[in-house]
């Protein structure tokens, strides 16, 4: 298994996106999970912002993921939220820490601020890439 973070969601069906391709390699053969926390912001995101291809590629991309319930560790719950690591940061990445399995996410700057509290996650960074809008 692998956690999705919102941002490797969103990676995943944006038009156009060069990184889509690593990260279906890095998943092959894998199941697929996202929390509720990150699902509830990739949903929001692409109904606010995706366009009609996006919307598309998500709703084919919704059926073969797993929707888990937020499940953080008590390491993770241990953190304090700052300017860079968020709460959702927390939720999603201290459940894939309870579920003792890699959290794939571009937030880099989160997954370092973990680290400077002590809380060294095991994750897979890749580059962020945004919605067109097409």
């Known amino acids: 298994m692998v956690n999705l973070d919102t941002n490797t969601a969103l990676a995943f069906i944006a038009e156009g996106s060069p990184v889509r391709y690593q990260l ?5 053969g894998k199941q697929m999970v996202i929390t509720q926390t990150a699902f ?4 929001r995101i692409v109904q606010r912002s995706g366009g009609v291809l996006e919307q598309s590629r998500t709703s084919r991309f919704l059926q073969i ?5 937020d499940n953080p560790s008590a390491r993770a719950l241990s953190l304090r939220p700052t300017r860079r690591l968020e709460e959702n940061d927390i939720i999603i990445l201290g459940t894939g820490d ?3 399995i ?5 937030d880099v700057n989160a997954v370092r601020s973990a680290l400077a ?14 919605l067109t809008g097409n």
């Open 24 to 28: 279906r390699e890095y998943v092959q």
């Open 40 to 43: 509830d912001e990739f949903t």
């Open 65 to 69: 993921l797993t929707i888990t319930p």
């Open 98 to 100: 309870q579920l003792g």
């Open 102 to 106: 890699v959290t794939m996410t571009a």
């Open 117 to 130: 509290q002590g809380v060294d996650f095991n994750v897979y960074i890749h580059p962020p890439f945004s």
